[in-house]
């Protein structure tokens, strides 16, 4: 139990073009997921918190225009990266929780490539 | 905010030894400790985690010892293997966030050489 699926798993794109990233609790109910960011070699650093029906609140430092995050179902939040730059590649993980539990599940990562 | 900090940033041990990771955390209202492991390219992965209620928590061989006092929780991982190498992350959860975010350690890259 408690999958989480995360699509695609790995994106090369032109600099300038936004990138839609997927993730999905396969199995249950996610009424929290989150979104983080991971460089080579270093921790995961959270971007921010997605709530289902509502905004997501951002991490200090994370700009809101540029990583655009929707969580429209209990099953699916989204994060789109918009006008991509090479500074912006990096490996990025979501992960969910049901409500009132405990641990976070992790999705399997995208890598994103901005040429 | 919560910090939490990790310690070796790498840890190279024989097979068969065991290997010991430690993290400091500085928010004493955490009340939950997971660990996760992450190989190369992959999601990380939950292997144990122990709740503020607890002081110590074993799953074969692999245990995690919580010391509230201190502030401190540690990984311990017996009779090493090569499929023990990957890195792993502590992480604390903040007790004043309502949604449950974890605080992430910096990471320790495990060698097990044969």
Redesign the interface.
């Known amino acids: 139990g408690a999958v989480v699926s995360q699509h695609p798993s790995w994106v090369i794109c032109k600099s300038g073009t936004s990138v839609k990233i997927e993730c999905r609790s396969l199995d249950f109910q996610a009424t ?1 997921m ?1 979104w983080y960011r991971q460089f080579p ?4 650093m ?1 971007m921010a ?1 997605s ?1 289902e029906g509502s905004k997501a ?1 951002y991490e200090q430092g994370v700009e809101k225009d540029k990583f655009l995050i929707n969580h429209a179902s209990l099953t699916l939040s989204t994060l789109t990266v918009t006008s991509a730059h090479p500074e912006d590649s990096s ?1 990025y ?1 979501c992960s969910a ?1 049901v409500a009132g539990q ?8 995208t ?1 994103l490539s901005i040429l | 905010g919560e910090n939490v900090e990790q310690h070796p940033s790498t840890l190279s041990v024989q097979e068969g030894d065991s290997a010991v990771i430690k993290c400091t955390y500085s928010d004493s209202a955490s009340n ?1 400790f ?1 660990w ?1 492991k992450q190989e190369l ?6 292997i144990i ?1 122990i709740r503020s209620n607890v002081g110590e928590k074993k799953d074969q061989r692999i245990a995690v010892t919580l010391n509230k006092t201190a502030k401190h929780f540690s990984l311990h991982i017996t009779e090493t293997q090569p499929e023990d190498s990957a890195v792993y ?1 502590c992480a604390a ?1 903040l007790t004043t966030d309502s ?4 605080q ?4 320790t ?1 495990v060698v097990v050489t044969p």
Do not use: C, E, V
């Open positions: 929290t989150f070699k270093q921790s995961l959270l918190t709530n609140t490996f993980i929780r405990q641990p976070q599940h992790f999705g399997d990562g890598r | 939950y997971p996760y390219g992959k999601r990380p992965q939950l985690d992350f959860k949604w449950g975010k974890f992430f350690g910096a990471g890259q």
